[in-house]
């Protein structure tokens, strides 16, 4: 009985804490077991949702915003450290993406790189973007209004607003609402035939976008 007290103590209560700390504020949903601590540095918009098992992870000075509607899936990490991260309105993160708002230095070679200065160089993603799963999104860079980050994407450059951009390091494939030739132009794909931005089948009936 005392083991099943600790528990709920150490692991269950704070996310219950957590989660109704955050909705009474600002009225989102933060699920209680997802790694989020309460804390005046965090502000998130109306009808955002923060799924089980993702993760904010601030540093002594960081400060996160995320806007309204925006939803973060399950096992995303948004790493803050010491740095401002911004992100906009009707944001979509997929599962397992990793946000980044600071880097490390590594040029001492007699030094640990752990043991190296962070550098906090903070991230901006733009209202309406939308980010692939597995995606990872490095520090120091602005992201458009209305990007498209297709899954498993390593983005280390600035993306413009609209922009389609893929792979690993990301590169910009086209811009949403504009085709490249006079007919219609599909998703790419890999290798294995299936479509770049979703990981489905090329042959599959392709869902609405924005869907993660």
Known sequence: MAKLRTTLVRQVLPGFVASLYYYLRFRCLVHPRAGV????????????????????????????????????????????????????DHVRIGPSCNLLGEDHEIDQRDTPVHKQPRKPLGLVIGDDVFIGSNSVVLAGLHIGRGAVIGAGSVVTTDLPEYAVAVGNPARIKRHRGVNTSPSHVSAPTTPNGSNHLTGRPASSREQPEGSI
Do not use: M, W
Request: overall charge positive.
């Open 37 to 88: 601590q309460p804390s005046s540095r965090i502000t998130i918009g109306r009808k955002t949702t923060i799924h089980k098992y993702s993760r904010i992870i601030l540093g002594a000075t960081g400060k996160l915003r995320i806007g309204r509607e925006c939803n973060l899936q399950s096992f995303a990490t948004i790493a803050i450290g010491d740095s401002d991260v911004r992100i906009g």
